[in-house]
C-alpha cells in the first residue's frame, strides 16, 4: 500500500518516543524518573470534574453545535475580555478538541501549498508537522539563549518572502518558558500585520507566570494586530484538564466560520460533557489555578537551582510554563562510560540508559545544545532525578 506522501513526511512524536522506551523500561522493573510530562501531574479541581459528572446524569450526552455549545463560547468571550483586555463575539470562537486542535484547524483554514509559516526555535514539536500536513512550508529560525529565547525584528525580516503567510508565537514558551513583552510583541507586529501576515498566537500558558512576569495577549495590542490574529487557547494547563479535550480559538469573523465548517465535516463538536466541564472551569472559583501555581513556583525555584549545581549543564529561570531548557553544550565531544555526547539526543539515551531518567533531548525542539526538564512532577521525584543526573555526568572525560 502506497501511504499519501504527506503520511510519509511526517515523524512521530519525537517525546512521545522517548516516553514509550522509559515506559518500556518500567516494565522491565526499572526505576526510571521521567521528566517528560507534558502535562500537570494535578487532577481536574473537584468543581470541575463534579460538572462533567453531572452533565452525564443529566444526559447531556448528545451532538452539539460544531462550535461549541452558546453558554462556552460565551464563558470564553467573558474570560477574554476579563483576563486579555480582548472583544469577541460567540461567533468568532470556536471551541475543539484541544487547542492543538484548534491550530490545526487554523492551519487547514489559512495555508495553501507552498505557503511559509515562520517558526521560532526551540519550538514545540507538533508546529512543523502541523504546517507540512497542510502543504505549507516550516521557516524554522533559532532564538538564542541571550535574548531570553525571543525573536528578534531583525531575524524576522531576514526570513520574510512573499510566500510567508503566518508565524507561531508561543508565549508562554514550551519549552523555554520564555515569555514576550508587550513591546517586544509590538514590534513583531509592526512587521507583520502590514505585510498581512496572520500571528498564530499560542497562548495556552498564560496564567502560568513567576516572579512577577507580565502576559500580554498579542490581539490585545490593537485593532489592526486583532485582525490578523488568531487566540489559541484551552483549558487543558490552566485547569489540569489535558484529558478532556477542550480548546479554544478566537478569530476575525471570516477565519472563524471557516474553522468551523472544516470542524463540522472532521470532527462534528467537541464532547459535550467535557464542554459543560470547561465552561464550569472559566466561570468558576479560580482558586485552584492559584493553587497550583503555587506548587510550581517552588518546583522551579529547586529543579533550577540543582541543575546549574551540575557541571557541564546550566539553564536560565523561565519566567513561565513548566519546564526548564538546560543548555548542554558543554557536555559535547564527552565521553561517559565509554560512550561520547554528540548530540542532545546521545545525551538523552545515556540519562536514560545510564541514570535511568528520561528527558526530551532540545533536537525534538529544534535547538539541539539543549535538553528539556518538565517540573510537572513531584519535588522528590525532582530531588532524586538530578541527583542521579549529576552522579553519571561527574564521570564524564
Ligand atoms: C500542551 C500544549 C498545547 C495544547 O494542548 P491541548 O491539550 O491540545 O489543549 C498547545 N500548545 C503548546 C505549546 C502546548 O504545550
Known amino acids: 500500500m502506497q501511504l499519501a506522501a504527506r503520511a510519509r513526511n511526517i515523524g512521530a512524536s519525537p517525546t ?13 522493573g526499572i526505576d ?17 470534574a463534579e460538572t ?7 444526559g447531556f450526552t ?28 460567540p461567533s468568532d470562537v470556536v471551541v475543539s478538541n484541544g487547542a492543538k486542535h484548534s491550530i490545526y484547524n487554523a492551519l487547514q483554514a489559512l495555508i495553501e501549498d507552498g505557503d511559509e509559516v515562520i ?18 512550508i516550516p521557516i524554522v529560525i533559532p532564538t538564542m539563549a541571550d535574548n531570553g529565547f525571543k525573536l528578534t525584528p531583525e531575524q524576522l525580516e531576514e526570513k520574510l518572502t512573499d510566500r510567508t503567510k503566518a508565524i507561531f508565537i508561543n508565549s508562554p514558551n514550551n519549552p523555554t518558558g520564555a515569555v514576550y513583552a508587550k513591546k517586544e510583541l509590538e514590534s513583531l507586529a509592526s512587521i507583520l500585520v502590514p505585510r498581512g501576515i496572520v500571528i498564530i498566537a499560542d497562548e495556552v500558558y498564560e496564567k502560568l507566570l513567576y516572579d512577577g512576569a507580565v502576559f500580554t495577549s498579542v490581539a490585545s495590542l490593537g485593532p489592526d494586530v486583532k485582525e490578523h490574529t488568531v487566540t489559541i487557547n484551552g483549558v487543558s494547563k490552566t485547569y489540569a484538564m489535558t484529558g478532556w479535550r477542550i480548546g479554544y480559538a478566537a478569530a476575525p469573523r471570516a477565519l472563524a466560520r471557516a474553522m468551523a465548517n472544516i470542524q463540522s465535516h472532521a470532527t462534528s463538536s467537541p464532547n459535550s ?74 545525551l538523552a539515551e545515556l540519562l536514560l540508559s545510564e541514570a535511568h531518567v528520561a528527558l526530551v533531548p532540545g533536537a525534538a525542539f529544534g535547538l539541539d545544545e539543549f535538553i528539556r526538564f518538565s517540573y510537572a512532577t513531584s519535588t522528590d521525584v525532582i530531588e532524586r532525578g538530578l541527583a542521579r543526573v549529576k552522579n553519571v555526568l561527574a564521570e564524564a572525560q
Open 273 to 346: 460533557i467535557a464542554q459543560l466541564a470547561a465552561t464550569a472551569a472559566l466561570t468558576g472559583d479560580q482558586a485552584p489555578v492559584q493553587k497550583m501555581l503555587a506548587e510550581f513556583a517552588r518546583r522551579r525555584e529547586l529543579m533550577v537551582t540543582k541543575i546549574n549545581t551540575i557541571p557541564g549543564m546550566s539553564c536560565r529561570k523561565p519566567e513561565g510554563a513548566f519546564y526548564v531548557f538546560a543548555d548542554v553544550a558543554d557536555l559535547f565531544g564527552r565521553t561517559i562510560r565509554g560512550q561520547q555526547i554528540n548530540n542532545s539526543t546521545d
Open 119 to 136: 517558526i521560532p526555535a526551540p519550538y514545540w514539536v507538533s508546529y512543523t508537522e502541523m504546517v507540512k500536513l497542510n502543504g505549507g
Open 52 to 58: 462533567g459528572i453531572e452533565a452525564i446524569k443529566d
Open 32 to 48: 526510571v524518573l521521567s521528566f517528560t510530562v507534558g502535562e500537570p501531574d494535578f487532577d481536574t479541581p473537584i468543581h470541575i
Open 62 to 89: 448528545r451532538y452539539t453545535p460544531a462550535a461549541g455549545i452558546p453558554e462556552l463560547k460565551e464563558a470564553i468571550c467573558t474570560k477574554l475580555k476579563r483576563d486579555n483586555n480582548l472583544e469577541y463575539e
Open 16 to 28: 512521545l518516543a522517548m516516553n514509550a522506551r522509559a515506559k518500556e523500561m518500567v516494565q522491565q
